[in-house]
């Protein structure tokens, strides 16, 4: 693919991006891989590449999309054909314009959209309070969580672990303590079926019963579990 035409996408993806966005990236292949443009739009995703590789997921055919500034990954619901029983994703990687097309797709897509980013926001979605914690995984990492009135953003410089959920994204959240906090999410666990992925962390602050209480009761209402 031609470097002046790949230039040209990253231009009009700043041009049309509340409709659309384009952006060059390069898909991995258990072998290599090939380079394309990526479009996003309200129809969905789509990838155009080289030796025949083109794709178009609508966003009801994404079983899960996950987004990172490095890259994207696509869990469809096609069967893969390397792993019998297993769901076919597609691994795209580059650098991928996050917060901006996590903004577009929030809009668009439901608890399947992952992000990997930490998209505090501003107006309804600006933190009220936050927390510096310690998130208990492996590896672990250090960062802060931010808890806004319809997000909870964790934002660390480990690569891959920083993430923004809506409350809609959380399943539940849980506490042994003011010092610890567990958010389950209904993003999938890589070593569960179809399970929900918890983050366990060590608050380096407590929380306030206070404040706990109110959190789960917003998360709740938005699930509609409660009026």
């Known amino acids: 693919m031609a470097l002046g035409k790949t230039a040209n996408c990253?231009?009009?993806?700043?041009?049309?991006?509340?409709?659309?966005?384009?952006?060059?990236?390069?898909?991995e292949h258990l072998r290599k891989g090939?380079?394309?443009i990526?479009?996003?739009?309200?129809?969905?995703v789509s990838f155009a590449g080289e030796k025949k590789h083109a794709w178009h997921w609508k966003y009801q055919d994404i079983q899960e999309l996950k987004l990172s500034p490095g890259g994207i990954?696509?869990?469809?619901?096609e069967d893969s054909k390397h792993l019998p029983g297993a769901d076919r994703e597609y691994r795209f990687t580059?650098?991928?314009p996050a917060v901006e097309l996590y903004r577009f797709l929030k809009e668009r897509m439901d608890q399947r959209l992952v992000a990997e980013v930490a998209e505090a926001g501003q107006g309804p979605e600006a933190p009220r309070w936050q927390i510096p914690v310690k998130h208990r995984g492996r590896p672990g990492s250090q960062g802060t969580l931010a808890f806004g009135a319809d997000s909870i953003v964790y934002a660390t410089a480990r690569g891959g672990?920083?993430?923004?959920?809506?409350y809609s994204d959380i399943d539940t959240i849980s506490s042994s303590g003011p010092l610890q906090l567990t958010i389950t999410t209904f993003e999938r666990a890589a070593l569960h079926y179809q399970d929900r992925k918890e983050f366990n962390f060590a608050l380096q602050e407590p929380i306030t019963e206070a404040r706990y209480n109110q959190l789960w009761l917003e998360i709740e209402k938005k699930n509609g579990r409660i009026q």
């Open 34 to 36: 090939c380079l394309g």
């Open 73 to 77: 990954r696509l869990l469809t619901y």
């Open 161 to 166: 672990e920083s993430r923004t959920w809506r």
């Open 38 to 44: 990526m479009t996003v739009d309200e129809s969905g």
């Open 10 to 27: 990253i231009i009009l993806a700043g041009a049309v991006w509340a409709s659309a966005a384009q952006f060059p990236v390069r898909h």
């Open 94 to 96: 580059g650098k991928i």
